[in-house]
């Protein structure tokens, strides 16, 4: 095992259809939906793999586009698959979702896995003017960035889907792909500012691997914590930091600081 294995994932779903009185200020009962949300189309990829390698799937075809359960087994293979998965409020709105369409649909989980969330990284580290994937890749990425609608704008959009509309699901898959090559392309420019997940544990290797995958790095001072201190690494190819996991104080030096 040289790296883990890290879906990018993004998925779209229905709205959920209901009657209200107002545009503002409603407070919607359970008794006042006519048809809940499901999932319309998931794209995915693996890390760094080709775009030719997407995996895309909708309802376009389905017979009743309220049973997304074919779907929902082929999206969870891949999660379980999954060591990581890569998403863009994915924590909030992507797994959580599928999550509860899995539970609706007697699914069992898919096996553990960890997330990595561009949203959360942007948060935790940058006071960027928006957040959102559109600003985000807008202003960062040079390849791929977040697509506008082109035909069908906003809302429109999933409303033609619904409808069966067969130009606006071309236009759904493409806008569905496209945000998983942005995202992807996000997360590497982002990546060095993240710590939350140790690849080197997923690497079989003695020596030193980086988060991408480089084992060119080098020493740049000490990293110093309440229990001792750490040689500090800087990777030459990506920018990320990183420290060792031996305390080079020594045995007296660590007893002291356990004194009070």
């Known amino acids: 095992m040289n790296k883990p294995k890290i879906l990018v994932l993004d998925i779209e779903t229905a709205p959920i259809l ?13 008794n006042q939906i006519e048809r809940d949300w499901f999932i319309l189309s998931f794209a995915a990829k693996w890390l760094d793999e080709p775009a030719s390698k997407i995996i895309y799937r909708d309802q376009r075809k389905s017979k009743n586009i309220e049973n997304d359960k074919a779907l929902l087994k082929e999206v969870w293979k891949l999660m379980d698959e999954s060591d990581i998965i890569l998403t863009q409020n994915g924590r909030r709105f992507d797994t959580r979702k599928l999550n509860a369409r899995f539970v609706l649909n007697g699914m069992k989980p898919p096996s553990p ?30 390849k791929y960035k977040k697509l506008k609608h082109a035909k ?37 420019i982002l990546a060095p500012w993240d710590n939350s997940i140790n690849f080197n544990l997923y690497n079989n290797s003695d020596s030193f691997t980086c988060n991408c995958g480089s084992e060119d790095v080098t020493m740049r001072g000490y990293a110093y914590t309440a229990a ?11 920018g990320t930091w990183s420290r060792s996991g031996k305390n080079l104080f020594s045995k007296d030096k660590k007893e002291s600081l356990r004194r009070k």
């Open 18 to 30: 209901g009657s209200v009185w107002a545009l503002w200020d409603q407070n919607v009962g359970l």
């Open 113 to 142: 896995y960890k997330q990595i969330d561009t949203l959360v990284i942007a948060k935790k580290h940058f006071a960027l003017t928006s957040n959102k994937l559109e600003y985000m890749t807008n202003k960062l990425c040079v």
């Open 152 to 188: 069908f704008s906003g809302f429109e959009l999933w409303k033609e889907c619904l409808n069966g509309n067969q130009e606006a699901w071309k236009e759904m898959e493409l806008y569905n792909k496209n945000d998983i090559l942005s995202l992807e392309e996000l997360y590497h």
């Open 228 to 238: 001792g201190k750490f040689a500090r690494f800087v990777c030459k190819k990506c």
